[in-house]
């Protein structure tokens, strides 16, 4: 049973570039959320996607946008990129009862420059 | 405001040697305290759900415990291969995301 899948694992981007990250969520599971882990600390959420919409979000700025498709798969978009942004960023799968454990996968490193 | 602190920020320990993991919260209404493992570079790996005061949860040489307050992660006979960060995170009433502490690095030496 595949796990939750991200690509791509590392990603070196200019300044006011844009981006975009995907994520295969575990077998069985129809809720993705997005989270951003700066070095050092604790995952931050930025939001989370349920049913193609987004359900809830984090305190993140609109350049940070999403989408899931009926597969369940979905993206992350940032774009006008800042030096900030920097970060890895991590998809979690979920039921969408919202009563499960969420599964990360291994993350997609993001470097600014 | 909805907070999660774990402490301490990093422990040192030698092999065999028996320690615990703090995580206090603060939130309104909790539905779910779960624990992860962090190796560097990687996603978070789940360990364990708690839901309840007074409830355990053990795997291998890990057990957690929970409170109204705070939850423990205690570690027995740790190896190297339990060093890792070690990440609280709290689900709440009426949201579904998780709030996470800055996580514990924890360093086993032979």
């Known amino acids: 049973d595949a796990g939750v899948t991200q690509s791509p694992t590392h990603l070196i981007k200019t300044r006011g570039q844009q981006v975009t990250l995907r994520c295969s969520p575990k077998s069985g599971h129809d809720t993705v959320s997005w989270y951003q882990q700066a070095l050092g600390q604790g995952p931050q959420f930025i939001f989370q996607?349920?049913?193609?919409?987004?359900?809830q979000r984090g305190n993140f700025p609109d350049r940070f946008s999403g989408h899931q498709f009926p597969n369940y798969s979905s993206e992350l978009n940032v774009n006008a990129l800042l030096l900030g942004d920097s970060a890895l960023y991590l998809c979690?799968?979920?039921?969408?009862?919202?009563?499960?454990?969420?599964?990360f996968g291994q993350g997609t490193r993001l470097t600014v420059v | 405001e909805d907070q999660v602190t774990q402490s301490p920020e990093a422990l040192r320990l030698q092999e065999g040697e028996s320690s615990s993991l703090n995580c206090s919260y603060t939130?309104?209404?909790?539905?779910?305290l779960f624990w992860y493992r962090q190796d560097p570079g990687k996603g978070p790996e789940f360990l364990f759900t708690l839901y309840s005061a007074g409830e355990e949860k053990e795997k291998e040489r890990l057990k957690a415990t929970l409170t109204k307050k705070e939850s423990f992660l205690h570690i027995t006979a740790p190896k190297p291969e339990d060093s890792a960060t070690y990440l609280c995170a709290v689900r709440t009433r009426g949201y579904n995301k998780l709030i996470f502490g800055a996580g514990t690095r924890l360093a086993v030496h032979p």
């Open positions: 939130v309104s209404g909790l539905r779910g």
């Open positions: 996607y349920y049913e193609e919409e987004e359900r």
């Open positions: 979690a799968s979920s039921t969408g009862s919202g009563n499960t454990e969420a599964f």
